[in-house]
């Protein structure tokens, strides 16, 4: 495999003519924006205080809300509120029928290989929503940092293709954001820890979010990423573990019109709460009361395990082949970084650490380490101010001669 390097940081400007950028993690559950400031990296809160802002976008007949707002809507307005778009990103609609069934929205008939959901305000495609995600963190970024942006690093799944990448650019575009470069999520994980900063060796980037599971191989090098091998599932995630246990709770209850949008939504929201709560939990409590019955119940770790092995197996092997494209032994890799809010669960922590049978590292934010890297990442391209710091390549894989 060869190495392609990008560039590296030219002379420190002075502090008066520092440039703002941010580093924003589009992500499928939730988004965030982070920039560098007095040399601190952070990622920056709404005025509320509230640092994600959840990837939802609704369509009302009062205008476009966006996250906690747009969230309130799910239950209520389904078909009209959007979420976990970035899985329909680059994609036809007949890739999202075949693989994103339990999605409950309407799409448009059209010529177009473009999809388009239909909402009570028009027909939008997966770019269309992501650009209002977009828009709210550029605001937030403006408002936080009292002046206009000079760009964005903005993070993608590695192995999201061509058709996935430029989706997103246009996204941007639409945002009216000046992207500064794609950057991969692994590879932005890494500069958060700081490995590409005097560690040697190999590490993997075991990334699983709300709605996809990638896996990366990276060897370190005085500072150089060399991406020996990546893998993982663009339909795989935190999603399906909901999806697994509603699916569970709905064979326990005796709820007539599971394919009522609403119920499935409340049902797919009552999943994931209780996904979380046991991530400290020994068990959970779950209440359902929709219009076609309710039930009452407990979801317990050894039920929850039983439900989600199969998952974590599959991202597992995942793993195995990117060790094998990578050409090397388990026992080669230093650190498995763990990046993505589904990385929180119990299950997937004990399955990725008996697998790779190393340390797992857990102490960044799981949820704030991508953005964190981006933000990194883009004041070293807008700046070269941060010492130390080199301007990392993607570094894409090709064949050797």
Not at 11 to 36: F, K
Not at 314 to 338: G, Y
């Amino acid at each position: 495999m060869a190495l392609i390097q990008i560039a590296e940081p030219g002379e420190s400007t002075t502090a008066h003519q520092h440039r703002l950028a941010v580093g924003i993690d589009l992500g499928t559950t939730n988004s965030l924006v982070a920039s560098v400031r007095s040399g601190d990296v952070n990622t920056l809160p709404d005025p509320d205080g509230q640092h994600l802002l959840p990837s939802v976008v609704h369509y009302g007949e009062d205008g476009v809300a966006v996250g906690a707002k747009a969230q309130q809507f799910s239950i209520t307005d389904p078909l009209n509120t959007i979420v976990s778009v970035k899985r329909f990103m680059g994609r036809g609609i007949e890739d999202i029928a075949s693989k994103d069934a339990h999605y409950s929205y309407d799409f448009a008939e059209t010529e177009s290989t473009v999809p388009r959901i239909k909402t009570r305000t028009g027909d939008v495609s997966a770019i269309e929503v992501s650009a209002e995600i977009l828009k709210t963190l550029k605001r937030r970024a403006v408002e936080t940092l009292g002046d206009e942006l000079n760009g964005a690093v903005i993070t993608v799944p590695a192995y999201f293709d061509d058709a996935q990448r430029q989706a997103t650019k246009d996204a941007a575009k639409l945002a009216d954001i000046k992207v500064l470069r794609l950057l991969n999520e692994p590879t932005a994980a890494a500069v958060a820890y700081g490995l590409d900063t005097g560690n040697e060796g190999v590490i993997a980037v075991y990334d699983l979010g709300g709605g996809t599971f990638d896996i990366s191989i990276l060897r370190l090098n005085k500072g150089v990423f060399e991406v020996l091998a990546t893998g993982g599932d663009s339909s795989l995630g935190g999603d399906d573990f909901d999806y697994e246990i509603a699916q569970w709770i709905i064979a326990q209850t005796n709820i007539s019109d599971t394919d009522d949008a609403a119920t499935k939504r409340s049902i797919m929201q009552q999943a994931r709460i209780a996904k979380e709560a046991l991530a400290e939990a020994e068990s959970i409590e779950i209440n359902i009361d929709v219009e076609g019955g309710q039930w009452q119940g407990v979801l317990d770790r050894s039920v929850l395990k039983e439900l989600l092995t199969p998952l974590v197996k599959r991202t597992l092997m995942s793993c195995r082949r990117a060790l094998r494209d990578a050409d090397i032994d388990k026992a080669d890799i230093k650190e498995v970084v763990m990046v993505g809010g589904s990385t929180r669960t119990l299950q997937v922590r004990e399955m990725v650490a008996e697998f790779f049978e190393c340390e797992l590292l857990t102490s960044i934010d799981p949820d704030k380490v991508v953005a964190t890297g981006a933000a990194l990442q883009a004041d070293v391209l807008v700046n070269a101010t941060s010492v130390g710091m080199t301007l990392i390549g993607d570094v894409s894989l090709v064949p050797s001669a």
